[in-house]
């Protein structure tokens, strides 16, 4: 399943499919980007980041792809489970200062 | 569990009460961040401290006022708020001293304004 995540949609995929948390952002000269994963009632947990010299990063069970030509950043998830049930926001750092902007954010719901 | 600890977790209070948010982190982080985030919606950044001193303020109104005692502590006093600041206030921290650190986030202050 594939989202893109501007206003805070949902994103419903099967467990055991790969999903796919696209996020637009909005700055061309932000160079470092978070994925955050937020479960009900807790604060962002980091999940992975990526500078803007690299275009793809991978982690365990997750892949950041980064295309700066369209200011476009993805989140996959490979084989999903029901714990990654939750809401992903992806965060940009605008260069030369300590903010940390948020994306939007995007559910997604696992079902069996 | 975070290394970032907020008390306390939830927080009712009225109009004309004085109250304060707490945060603590042992990461040896010289960083530390408020952010509010209302339901639905993505944290906005309120505060950053660096080296124990404000380098940020989003024009936030006055009647927040944040405080670094030292660099594991960080605290946000509250005074005369409104029913709308009703939110969840996020603390987080990060290294400061290397480029381009995630930062690591308490699970929150639930804050109802009566």
């Known amino acids: 399943g594939e989202s893109v995540g501007l206003h805070l949609p949902t994103l419903s995929v099967q467990e055991g499919d790969n999903s796919i948390i696209n996020c637009a952002y909005s700055?061309?000269?932000?160079?470092?980007f978070i994925w955050y994963k937020q479960e009900s009632g807790k604060g962002p947990q980091f999940i992975i980041d990526?500078?803007?010299?690299?275009d793809k990063r991978q982690g365990q069970r997750v892949t950041v792809l980064l295309n700066k030509t369209v200011k476009h950043l993805s989140l996959q998830i490979a084989a999903t489970q029901p714990g990654d049930s939750a809401v992903y926001f992806c965060?940009?750092?605008?260069?030369?200062?300590?903010?940390?902007?948020f994306g939007t954010g995007t559910r997604l719901q696992v079902f069996p | 569990d975070t290394e970032v600890t907020q008390t306390p977790k939830h927080l009712v209070m009225g109009m004309t009460n004085k109250k304060s948010l707490k945060c603590e982190q042992h990461?040896?982080?010289?960083?530390m961040y408020w952010y509010k985030q209302k339901a639905k919606k993505p944290p906005e950044l309120m505060f950053v401290?660096?080296?124990?001193?404000?380098?940020i303020n989003e024009s936030v109104p006055s009647r927040f006022s944040p405080e670094c005692p030292n660099s594991s502590l960080l605290n946000l006093h509250l005074h005369a708020l409104q029913p709308e600041d009703s939110a969840l206030y996020l603390c987080?921290?990060?290294?400061?001293?290397?480029?381009?650190?995630?930062?690591?986030f308490g699970n929150g202050t639930r804050l109802t304004v009566t």
């Open positions: 987080a921290s990060s290294q400061y001293d290397r480029d381009n650190s995630p930062l690591h």
């Open positions: 990526i500078r803007s010299n690299m």
């Open positions: 990461m040896g982080h010289r960083a």
């Open positions: 965060a940009e750092n605008r260069p030369n200062t300590d903010k940390l902007i």
């Open positions: 401290y660096s080296y124990e001193k404000l380098s």
């Open positions: 700055n061309s000269a932000s160079d470092y």
